[in-house]
């Protein structure tokens, strides 16, 4: 299919699902990359807590508080 054929059906909203490779897709900027990062017992334990009482993982909770603290700095 020739590309302006693809953007006439997308334009016509029809379901362009069968077109694509999801099992490709990326999202730019989002790639996972894995990181090793040492924290003392008591933080540890704190997270846990924490996440726990919110019903996620210690991974997701760094994850969150993270991102959030990188939203508020003038060069996120």
Sequence with gaps: ???SEF???FDKGE???E???LAAA????YEQKRVNVDFPV???EALDREAQRL???RQSIV????AERLEKCPHG
Excluded at 63 to 66: A, L, N, S
């Design 1 to 3: 299919m020739k590309a």
């Design 15 to 17: 379901d362009m699902s």
């Design 19 to 21: 077109f694509l490779d």
């Design 55 to 57: 019903g996620v993982t």
């Design 63 to 66: 994850k969150v508080w993270i």
């Design 42 to 44: 008591w933080m540890i």
């Design 26 to 29: 990326r999202r730019p900027r």
């Design 7 to 9: 953007d006439q059906k």
